[in-house]
């Protein structure tokens, strides 16, 4: 009787396990590449993604390195199969290189993700040496 009980209690462990379901996001990229910008240009971009996870994806916050970029998550749930932008704007009128880190937070099965954004700003008004 208790190894029939044991056994009763494993099985059941074992087919919860196996119906668990989860969100997943699976970026195009999870670094985004400005090149060369001229200062002042558009410097939003963007982050694109698939929920192919078997439940509603959650973004609950999208944060960033510093105040120079600033991120935008999705508003509504990206449902499973579906997909979603993290937009992305940074601050162009900054000149120099551009390596800042966004990071997603959500209920998928990777829970904190970080994302790269790199490039460089050109200061157009600078005399060619």
């Not at 074992?14 to 200062?39: P, R, V």
């Not at 694109?48 to 600033?70: A, Q, Y």
């Not at 991120?71 to 993290?86: F, L």
Request: charged content about 30%; hydrophobic content about 35%.
């Amino acid at each position: 009787m208790k190894n029939f009980l044991i056994i009763t209690v494993l099985a059941f462990i074992g087919f919860n396990s196996a119906i668990a379901q989860t969100a997943k996001m699976e970026f195009k990229t999870e670094t985004l590449d400005f090149g060369e910008i001229k200062k002042g240009s558009d410097g939003t971009r963007v982050f694109e993604f698939k929920n192919t996870g078997d439940i509603d994806l959650i973004i609950k916050e999208v944060t960033s390195s510093c105040g120079c970029t600033i991120p935008k998550k999705p508003k509504d749930p990206i449902k499973p199969g579906k997909t979603g932008e993290i937009e992305v704007k940074y601050d162009t009128n900054r000149v120099g290189p551009i390596r800042k880190t966004v990071t997603v937070y959500s209920n998928s099965d990777e829970p904190t993700k970080a994302l790269k954004i790199k490039g460089r700003v050109l200061d157009t008004e600078a005399p060619n040496k």
